[in-house]
């Protein structure tokens, strides 16, 4: 007979209780983990409903709302595969602790924020905390399960990244309804859960000899990637007419091929670009560019669109993305142990796909389209997004070496959010394009910076100060201005889905995620090396 209080049974065997509680500290590791992961990628999108208020309360610029937007995505690109150095040599628990802690305080400051220019700072220390916690999670997680239960976890792991970046537009419509300030407010409480279960569950790990951080490398490609969007961000304001919007993109170009000659001699580099040497490897980065830049880039401008032309409140806003939450959460679940077993050309090229049609099928918004039009489109988004999601990072590994495998999962960070960054400042240019050229048509007055002051939420504001007896076929201009530029964002992002689907099928010739490479064939070896 059992022990009813959980102890050994008969022959040693746990009591069902007893078993229970195994099983939850065996997972405790993960849930800490998750926990972190989750609310620094929430945090990439979080922001896109509480724009408009955040615009209004602070007085922002169109350039400015982007900045809010892409500095914490571009701090997070930057810094992570750095901070992995780092992690790897002074602790992979200790460097996430800190990073938690990084990410609390600058959550504060983004709270008490009193102008943009402040918010914008803080978000930039927000993904320096974001950055170090991202660049220790897998690593973590490589430490902490074995076998079969690896597996599972990166599973999960996988389907929190899709979850959490498809719930994020809901959480900041709720919070946004109590105030905008409180989406970074949140973090708080959240991050005292995660120390407290990472100081209890959550074993200490480093790489003996790890060489000490690629400094040079670090700051050559936060440079070359920070001007590129810079320049690509005043070129969605002021236009591609000025110096200052073509020329960073230039300079970035170069420093950026500077920090390629770089990595090329030195011998710890901070990413070994050899390794694009290999197709797979250099599909599998495309794959994870294009399905953030594609999938979660647009919700920028189409949550904008949700409030300041259909009227609707933050939360309501929010929930409009519920098809994209609900669809790639449970396509992450439901098939994720599934695909981990499938040739990842097929799992990455199908979801960026999916998500090329997704995009596609809301293109045909117009004047009058309402929230009901992107319903189908977001759950086709939300189903590509939860079918790639959660192999991009195991097959990244199954692509290199193994004892490139760290670099390799920092890479793959590393796309993700240079894609959502570069994402969000060439669809800003999309639309202004789009908007201004409608607005153009209608014969509204300088079309190009009524354009721009609806990228950052201001419809309400220009039909206000409107005389009165224009207001409704302001607001008509306006609606299809603002339906025009959408019209392009979506385009565009669908077409990005449907060709990095293509070239990903094309590429991508690794071996399904659970089996490790050993490097053989002869383009294979040179990248060992």
Request: glycine residues 14%.
């Amino acid at each position: 007979m059992e022990d009813s209080a959980g102890s050994a049974g008969p022959g040693g065997v746990l009591s069902v209780p007893g078993r229970t509680v195994a099983v939850m500290r065996k997972w405790l590791p993960l849930t800490a983990i998750c926990i972190g992961t989750f609310m620094l990628l929430v945090d990439v999108t979080i922001v896109n409903v509480a724009l408009p208020d955040i615009a209004r309360d602070l007085d922002t610029s169109f350039a400015q709302l982007q900045w809010v937007v892409d500095v914490y995505a571009l701090a997070l690109a930057a810094l992570v595969l750095g901070a992995g150095s780092l992690a790897d040599l002074y602790g992979r628990r200790r460097l996430y602790l800190i990073g938690l802690v990084v990410f609390a305080l600058s959550s504060l400051a983004c709270g008490l924020a009193p102008d943009a220019g402040w918010l914008i700072a803080a978000r930039g220390i927000q993904g320096i905390g974001g950055a170090i916690m991202f660049a220790t999670t897998i690593a973590l997680i490589n430490t902490s399960y074995e076998g079969r239960d690896r597996g599972t976890a990166f599973g999960i792991w996988g389907a929190v990244l899709g979850a959490a970046a498809a719930l994020g537009p809901i959480l900041g419509g709720a919070l946004t309804e109590l105030d905008w300030r409180w989406i970074f407010y949140v973090n708080l409480p959240v991050t005292v859960l995660a120390v407290g279960m990472t100081l209890v569950a959550v074993r200490e790990a480093r790489q003996p000899g790890a060489p000490k951080p690629d400094v040079p490398g670090i700051a050559l490609f936060s440079l070359g990637a920070g001007a590129v969007v810079f320049g690509l961000v005043r070129a969605a304001a002021v236009g591609w007419g000025r110096t200052g919007s073509w020329g960073p993109v230039v300079v970035g170009a170069v420093v950026l091929v500077v920090w390629v000659l770089v990595e090329l001699r030195r011998p710890a580099p901070m990413l070994d670009v050899r390794l694009f040497a290999g197709r797979s490897f250099s599909g599998i980065m495309l794959a994870a560019l294009v399905l953030n830049g594609a999938a979660f880039a647009l919700l920028v401008y189409t949550s904008l669109w949700l409030q300041s032309i259909g009227g609707l409140s933050p939360l309501q806003a929010g929930c409009v993305f519920i098809p994209l939450s609900v669809v790639s959460f449970v396509a992450a679940a439901a098939g994720g142990r599934f695909l981990q077993t499938q040739p990842p050309r097929f799992v990455l090229g199908g979801g960026l796909l999916l998500i090329g049609a997704g995009c596609l099928l809301m293109t045909l918004i117009d004047t009058d389209s309402t929230w009901r039009s992107l319903v189908a489109g977001l759950a086709v988004l939300g189903a590509g997004v939860g079918v790639a999601n959660p192999t991009l990072a195991s097959a990244a590994l199954a692509a290199v070496p193994r004892e490139r495998s760290g670099m390799a999962s920092g890479a793959v960070n590393t796309a993700r959010q240079m894609g959502f960054a570069v994402g969000v400042s060439v669809l800003g240019t999309v639309f202004a394009t789009g908007a201004s050229g409608a607005l153009r048509d209608a014969g509204t007055p300088d079309p190009s910076g009524t354009a721009t002051a609806l990228s950052a939420g201001q419809a309400p504001g220009i039909i206000a100060e409107a005389d009165p007896q224009a207001r409704a076929g302001l607001a008509d201009a306006l609606g299809s201005g603002y339906a025009a530029g959408l019209d392009g964002v979506f385009l565009a992002a669908g077409l990005a889905g449907l060709v990095g689907g293509l070239l990903v099928l094309w590429l991508v010739r690794a071996a399904p995620p659970g089996a490790h490479p050993v490097p053989s064939r002869p383009a294979e070896a040179a990248v060992a090396h």
